[in-house]
């Protein structure tokens, strides 16, 4: 499975960002989706995460309330909406794929990682 994400660039402090994360894979619908973070100097952070299905979600504590992840499986695509940004949330934004929400909660032994796509938030 090939991931590519794309959306990030610089938005002004309590502005809005959608992150795509496109899959190559036609079996797009069998694996539970997740973005990931890394901050400057930082380790990289579990952000959100989304079921095969699309009907379970979960979300770090840091954006829960502000972020919506989603999913188009006739599209292969899986994206972050992004809502109220703040300085904090400047990172690159990292997509991940692996056939158990549980791996991607955990964020340990993802089977798919993309390249990243880098948000700035100015304040």
């Known amino acids: 499975v090939q991931l590519q994400a794309s959306g990030g660039g610089l938005v002004q402090a309590g502005g809005y960002l959608r992150l795509s994360c496109a899959a190559s894979a036609r079996t797009f619908s069998m694996y539970a989706m997740g973005w990931f973070r890394q901050a400057p100097g930082k380790e990289r952070e579990f952000v959100a995460a989304?079921?095969?299905?699309?009907?379970?979600?979960y979300y770090a504590d840091s954006v829960k309330d502000r972020f919506t992840i989603s999913r188009d499986n006739a599209k292969t695509t899986a994206y972050l909406q992004m809502n109220s940004l703040k300085p904090e949330d400047t990172a690159v934004y990292y997509c991940?794929?692996?056939?158990?929400?549980?791996?991607?909660?955990?964020?340990?032994?993802?089977?798919?990682w993309g390249k990243g796509t880098l948000v700035t938030v100015s304040s």
């Open positions: 989304v079921s095969w299905s699309g009907t379970s979600t």
């Open positions: 991940a794929a692996d056939q158990k929400l549980v791996t991607v909660v955990v964020g340990k032994g993802i089977d798919y």
